[in-house]
């Protein structure tokens, strides 16, 4: 069959026109009031059409568009909002530099509204919060992704529990998305090599604000039919389509950034998936440029940032060797490097033909700013990583963090923005990086605060009965049990979430080990729980499958179906309602496998209190002021034994603490000390969890220094790179015969605090001359009787003289903690281009 296409739009009166801009612009995923005008114009189009804006225009009638157009109060809001948004486009940002080079930020996933399905979970909504927040701080920045023909799987529970999946086709025609035309209108188009083959994609934008996010499609007719669905699905298919996804995105999307004229100065890889574009980038300056792979190579390091989510070794990303030479076989030449060369960019041991090739280490060693996503997650990325600085102290490996945050915006309920636009002033929405704001929460009423929060409890409420109502129809059940649908949950009871990715280490089922004390919270007559669960198991995880499975039994069998709820298909409107109609937000995992968790924040800002493991964002953000923390943060080798100490630390904090807090009412039926606890929570985490802290922050410490970086590696036809390319080729040449010799000092068995101490090291350059190495004393509190330092200090040793080919380097430190101190002295390289010091096989002690 020959088919041709075309797309048929809306007819919008003129009054109506600015409906169909708003339709197509993400900010509406966080201006609620923009989204109240769709479902206005037809409330059973809006449902049908899946909260849709875009498919809402297309569905409403022609008789309905007219009727609203000569709606006086109608085009008065809609102007109002229209105003609102222009204003939002033009106004001041916190950002007011050039805009000439940007930073290209990619990402496998964007979660930023139900309309646009191109996520799975956490990492998503980080995109996608990381998008909508660079659009208000006015930064240079785009993203960079897959428009997936399905998306991530839509979860179906049947009538025992068990997990289906489905995988829904979008239609892009209908969604908030823009083909990307050049010349001629055609379509602008890359190509990427697959193992000899060629797969060519197209790119659609989304505009997210400010800011534009490109999307790369392989599903077009010139491509054979394994290659369009290579964008067919999210974390689908096997090893070898995440292979070519991977090049996709990573090579493909610079190419994809060139054909649309954008120049990425700097590249921001939001976990591994992305690090193939470091490679791309190097093979664009050899082409263009000539050079050779090390010069490339140090033009490309330090405008390059790499953030890992992944706490658990197992959980990186790593490819065969047999598949590596499938895909790349034809890098080595392109890039003038020997295989084994090749294969070392992605290797803790960089010659060790047993090591598959690990993105995350490929990542590391082509970026100069590295980062895990909370401060725990850093520690736990340097341990992880360490191995890639032989002979570095842990606590100098040169990965950062940067804490995640979420967009206050998009997840605090519009009752309680509402709430908060009142009290907070304009300042709240129009300069979103003053987060000093929050400090107005002691400002609002307790029954305000108190009112709007029990709004926002009865909403999902209504929203659980009506999904699980859904659910029993689908499955057939009788009608009796659908009736007692409308009996499920109760709006004045304390409620507790557990909504997230159903994998076994976040233990969803912790609260159901001790049954009988589990049921005694559950039925007591005055002072109930309730508890909703929601969350997909991975497709392929049958034992997270399983635990979902053994939640609805639980209620079943024991009979509290009406107080135990799984509601099923978790997506960001679910979330939604979840976090901020719940009253408690409850997080198990085991510590140290969450990186960061994002949903408790969202809950926090909306005054729904943590009860958590101290893991990840938590570990930082707890105080008793703000929720409660399961344990201290200890670990277990037995996770048996884990599970046992934490459930009941769990029951006995419900038990004595948070149930009686919930529930200890006054006169006015308000629970005050409760209340208290919300506005203390939603001041401290507002501030320190808001996603503009995270952007302020990224910004600060990666894309403003890469940026000047790129400006200087440019200059003078790229001289830096090639004078570090050539420097650390002579270091290394070098390096293997630079010795410490010797080190003196004049201290004295006793010191006293004030005294100075200088020590002399004599050092052997060999080729180097003395200003091409940073020669540093390291010094602290000896520990373990002198085998170690600790708190160790550094501090840089001058060159004071040359003895033959020996260096005489000196410093005088001044004896400043008391107890065992020690020193030693060790060579790190030095040029004034490097970023920082820590390069990987560079350090010798003495
Ligand atoms: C916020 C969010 C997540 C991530 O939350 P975690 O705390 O990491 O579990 C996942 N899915 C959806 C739909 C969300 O809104």
Known sequence: MNISTYTVKPKLPNSLKP?????????????????????????????????????????????RLVEVAKDDSYIARLNEVYTRFLKYKKGETWYRGSRKDVVAYFSMEYGMDVSLPIYSGGLGILSGDHMK????????????????????????????????????????????????????????????????????????????????????????????????????????????????????????????????????????????????????????????????????????????????????????????????????????????????????????????????FCMTVLAIKFAAYANGVAALHGVVSRKMWQNLWPGLPLNEIPIDHVTNGVHPRTWVSSNMVELLDRYFGPHFEEEPTDLSVWNRMDRISDEELWRTHERRRERLVAFARERIRDNLKRNGAVERRIAQAEDALSPYTLTLAFARRFATYKRGNLLLRDPERLLKLLKDTERPIQLIFAGKAHPMDMPGKELIRSIIHFAEQHDVTSRIIFLENYDISMAHYLTSGADVWLNTPRRPMEASGTSGMKAAMNGVLN????????????????????????????????????SKALYDLLEREVIPLFYQRGRDGLPREWIRRMKTCMKQIGQSMSSHRMLMDYSNKFYFPALKNYRRIVKDDYAEPKALAAYMGKLRQAWDSIKIQKIESNAKPIMQRGDSLTVTARVELGALSPDEVLVELYHGSASNHGDGIENANRAEMRSVGQEGNVVVYQVRIECADTGLQGHTVRILPKHPALVHPYRTGFIKWA
């Open 611 to 646: 009860c958590s493991i101290l893991d990840g964002w938590w570990d930082e953000a707890y105080n008793p002021e703000v929720g409660w923390a399961i344990g201290r943060g200890e670990e277990y080798e037995d996770t048996n034994l884990q599970d046992e100490i934490e």
């Open 19 to 63: 409906l169909e801009e708003i339709a197509r612009n993400l900010w509406l995923s966080w201006n609620f009031d923009a989204v109240e005008l769709f479902i206005r114009l037809d409330y059973d189009v809006w449902l049908s059409s899946h909260q849709s804006p875009v498919r809402t225009l297309g569905m409403v009638s022609q008789e």
């Open 133 to 356: 927040t660079s659009s208000d701080m006015g930064l240079p920045l785009v993203g960079v992704g897959f428009l997936y023909r399905q998306g991530y799987f839509k979860q179906l529970l049947n009538a025992d529990g068990y997990q289906q999946e489905s995988y829904p086709e979008n239609d892009w025609y209908n969604m908030p998305v823009e083909l990307k035309t050049g010349k001629n209108n055609e379509p602008v188009k890359i190509t990427v090599d697959l193992a000899g083959r060629q797969a060519t994609a197209q790119v659609w934008e989304v505009k997210v604000g400010r800011s534009s996010l490109f999307l790369l499609d392989t599903n077009i007719p010139e491509n054979a039919p394994d290659i369009r669905n290579i964008t067919a699905t999210l974390y689908g298919g096997d090893k070898e389509t995440r292979m070519q996804q991977e090049i996709l995105l990573g090579i493909g999307g610079i190419r994809a950034l060139r054909a649309l004229g954008v120049n990425p100065a700097a590249t921001h890889m939001n976990e591994g998936h992305a690090a193939f574009l470091g490679l791309e980038r190097v093979r664009e300056l050899m082409s263009e440029r000539h050079f050779n792979f090390d010069e490339a190579r140090e033009a490309v390091w330090p405008t390059n940032i790499f953030t890992t989510h992944t706490p658990v070794p197992a959980g990186n990303e790593r490819f065969d060797i047999g598949l590596m030479e499938k895909y790349f076989r034809s890098w080595p030449q392109i890039l003038g490097i020997s295989w084994k060369d090749f294969l070392s960019l992605g290797r803790e041991r960089p010659y060790d033909d047993s090591e598959t």
